[in-house]
């Protein structure tokens, strides 16, 4: 429920803040030079396929998985993020994207969810051709870092055991988003996502520390403004 009354007021923003429309009533163009474009395009995680590999044992997610929502509830790819993107030439874009979140409190106790901390950064270079006077494609690709920090206590009262874990990576990550005019200047999107893993490690306070690989695949949805 917490997450239906973000989105929608995140919906509700994006419309109060969105300029007037065009004299003529049609949509803006998304491949049109000049316009700046903000977005939130993970709000919702549709599906996805996520495979962790890394050094064993490990406190850290292990083996391959199909998730739905936000996914195993420590992955970064199915955070909501911001973006914001520039077309400099007729349906040529640069941009980027940031993820950011922080569990709050102290240190967490025995049952307690684990604390964790994301982050990342996602540039890229994009290209948008249109299907229709209310849709568009737009395939965007980048390379991007990711930070993952997490710690919780496992265990039972007697012998509780803390435990904690950092993992950084660099991935190719690229994206086919269909993008929906709902009104003149905001639009819905769905995108199919791919983040493949270039470099990684994964760094433990036990167990084995090394390299380590995420690989994500997943549908997407979001919101966009066209400035």
Known sequence: MPRVFALTAVAASLLLLSPPARADGAPAHLGEAGHVVWSLPRLVSAL?????????????PSGTSLVTGAGTGTSVYGLPRVGVDWVFARSLTVGTELIASATFGGAPGLGDPPRVSAYGLF?????????ATWADVWLRAGPAVYRLEAQGVNGTAATPVPWSYGWTQLDLDAEAQL????????????????????????????????A?????????GGLLLVL
Request: a positive charge.
């Open 179 to 210: 993008v929906l005019a709902a009104l003149p200047r905001v639009a819905v999107t769905a995108s199919l996502v791919a983040e493949v893993p270039v470099s990684g490690r994964l760094d433990e306070t036990r167990g084995i520390s090394g």
């Open 48 to 60: 996805a396929l996520e495979a962790f590999r890394g050094p064993r044992p490990s406190d850290a």
């Open 212 to 220: 380590a690989s995420w690989l994500h695949v997943g549908l997407v």
């Open 123 to 131: 540039p890229r270079a994009g290209f948008v051709t249109k299907l």
